[in-house]
């Protein structure tokens, strides 16, 4: 059975790459910084089943260690040339996002089609993770797609990866991070905690203060711990599943989708949301351009995430 470890193994891949060519760098005067970091983000990857939780725990405090006192130097690595790109994005035109739409449309029939595919009676691919396996094959086609296209050098793709990785920077690892700590506080009985606070001092038997709790609880957590993917157990422990299921027999998928998209109009407001860093770091825009941008969306679709749930989740 193809499990997510063959996924894992591709990024492997690619920050191993990107560590190589960093190392080979002689203009970027914190080469070996680079070489050291993005080398152990590829370790994680390639090795980490292996580690332990002690050993990824000290790979993880090493990163942390380079990232925030030796810092990563950012250069800018030869790969086509501007005349190149204006050359190709004339002659392909539009049908440059064919490469992008590779990458959702295999995730997307992967999940469908190979979800429940047996050969000879045992599983293909593993159904707890076929996204997540399908999402790197989109990538290794949309690559292959892209090269056969647009015909570069064969270094361009590793060169612009470790661009755009050196550019982020440690940022790059803070989706993980936040999601390991949201774990880390579930399994601590932050949520339990949380949930016995909300029950001294929320009207309990008022389902919409319920629905209106547990989303806005979403926002907020997912603002403060950077990802709902952290937020969300300890919400869910502490309010969603004992009083939106448990106490009002509310459908659990329903709460657990509008929950998760409440989450995320939280990390539409957080200066610790990766997709908020990396264009204002990219772009050099002011802290917090890209925030205020975001901001009336995000209150707007929180507002209806919290009706459609009250409508919705009590009914199925």
Known sequence: MIGVEAAYALAGVVFAAIALFSAMDR??????????????????????????????????????????????GVTQPATTTAAEREAGAARWGSRLLLPVLIIPFTALTGTLVFKGLKVGGVQLVDPAQVTVIFT???????????????????????????????????????????????????????????????????????????????????????MIMGNAFAAFPVLTAGVGAPLIVGRFGGDPAIMGALGMLSGYCGTLLTPMASHNIVPTALLQLPPGAVIRVQAPTAVLVLIGNILLMYFLVFRF
């Open 136 to 222: 790197a094959l989109g990538v290794v086609l949309a690559l292959a797609c892209a090269m056969l296209m647009l015909r570069p050098p064969l270094a361009a793709a590793p060169q612009e990866a470790r661009r755009l990785m050196d550019a982020v920077g440690w940022a790059a690892i803070l989706p993980q991070l936040l999601a390991a700590l949201g774990a880390v506080f579930a399994l601590a009985g932050v949520g339990d905690a949380v949930g016995h606070l909300i029950a001294r001092w929320l009207p309990i038997d008022s389902r919409l203060a319920v629905v209106a709790t547990y989303c806005v609880g979403m926002a907020l957590f997912t």
């Open 27 to 72: 203009v970027n005067a914190r080469r070996w910084n680079n070489t050291a970091f993005w080398g152990l983000f590829a370790l994680s990857f390639l090795a980490g089943r292996w580690l332990g939780d002690f050993g990824n725990g000290l790979l993880v405090i090493a990163m942390v260690l380079i990232g925030g006192v030796g810092g990563i």
